[in-house]
């Protein structure tokens, strides 16, 4: 892995060194104000995480704070893994089903309360109807790409044995699957895939940004699963250029030529190792497609009627990868317009993630398709043959 030497600025680090020895402070003093308080106040979505040297960046544990913004203000508390909710051992008890949530901020959920997620909708529905217990763990991180989704799996994602793996795919996906660095909030570096003949590898790790301490948490993930995960992804030695290409096919490239092929095309390879690594792990896959904001309201305020091509791109890699995928955008759309006479939304007005509303409407169709496919997913057994 390649070294890095620090910065000679004498001014910035001690600056920096006093804020990284006072925000531990500051959160444990709010926390021992009293149960009810509401922890630390952050407006920027980047001050829940820190620095991590192989995702680019994790929520951090243990936290506790209020996320504000000018539409919601939402407590969010994280256990000792960067989770909001329970904190699960990775050995799952006997006949319980587990379900791992990737995904970005839409499925992290910070803009709304934890009650209010559509984990819980879902937890919740599919308890009440199979009698058994469900565990749902929700690793999902704003800003993560596929990309990160894949890493983050191999080096700790499978250590939780779950039954059903749900990934949420947004379309800002595409271009930062092709992107070292995650402009918008300023979250900084992120992992780095290429393709070389077909084969991923990984070009380049993080580098923390100037204002954040290097990873102090070394044993985070299983050392043994990120050396494997590493050598997984090492450059093939006869690799020659940098950029992934568009693979040919006959008939020309699957999802067309230019910047945008070459998003699907390593978003699909990306998506194949997922595929592949679920399957190892005697885990199904499931792909939810989350609409962006302007898919379902119209600039004139009504309801959005066009097709969407990122859907459609999305309906053929999952065909090619024979991975399940629920298109939620008409019932996204129905629902807007139903609940529209109640002036009531999907997603917030000027903030682009799912109101409460949103979330419920995720979390119930993901209960519905799951007890719709139940044996499939292994949630329930097969009627015994021969039975009256």
Not at 219 to 237: G, I
Not at 336 to 353: F, P
Request: charged share 25%.
């Amino acid at each position: 892995m390649t070294m890095f030497t620090t910065r000679p600025d004498f001014l910035l680090w001690s600056r920096f060194l006093a804020l990284t020895i006072a925000f531990p402070v500051l959160v444990s003093a709010a926390d021992k104000e009293g149960k009810g308080k509401r922890g630390v106040r952050v407006e920027q979505t980047r001050d829940l995480t820190e620095f991590d040297s192989t995702l680019g960046w994790r929520r951090i544990p243990n936290f506790h704070g209020t996320h504000v913004q000018g539409e919601y203000q939402v407590e969010m508390r994280y256990n000792a893994r960067g989770f909001r909710g329970p904190l699960y051992p990775y050995e799952r008890t006997p006949q319980t089903y587990r379900i791992l949530i990737l995904g970005d901020s839409y499925a992290d959920g910070y803009s709304v309360e934890f009650d209010d997620l559509f984990t819980e909708t879902m937890q919740e529905r599919l308890k009440t109807k199979f009698k058994k217990p469900v565990e749902v763990v929700n690793s999902a991180v704003g800003g993560y790409g596929t990309d990160q989704q894949l890493l983050y799996f191999l080096i700790d994602g499978q250590r939780y044995k779950p039954d059903l793996t749900i990934l949420l795919f947004y379309a800002n996906d595409l271009p930062y699957n092709l992107k070292a660095h995650y402009a918008p909030l300023g979250r900084g570096e992120k992992p780095l895939f290429a393709l070389e003949d077909g084969k991923l590898y990984l070009k380049s790790l993080p580098k923390p940004p100037r204002d954040r301490a290097p990873d102090q948490r070394k044993n985070f993930y299983d050392p043994k699963l990120v050396r494997q995960t590493m050598e997984m992804f090492a450059r093939p030695k006869a690799a020659g250029g940098d950029s992934p290409g568009v693979s040919e096919e006959k008939g020309g490239p699957v999802y067309g030529s230019g910047t945008k092929g070459t998003q699907w095309e390593m978003t699909e390879a990306l998506m194949k190792k997922i595929k592949e690594s679920c399957d190892a792990n005697d885990s199904h896959l499931l792909l939810f497609f989350v609409p962006v904001k302007r898919d379902i309201y119209g600039r004139a305020g009504g309801i959005e009627d066009k097709p969407s091509g990122v859907s459609s791109n999305l309906r053929t890699l999952a065909s090619r990868l024979k991975v399940d995928l629920i298109d939620t955008l008409p019932v996204y759309r129905d629902r807007a317009a139903q609940i529209a006479r109640q002036k009531q939304r999907l997603y917030w007005i000027r903030d682009s993630h799912w109101t409460p509303q949103g979330h419920q409407l995720a979390g119930e169709i993901l209960a519905q398709h799951i007890r719709t496919h139940a044996i499939r997913y292994r949630l329930s057994e097969p009627p015994a043959a021969g039975g009256n």
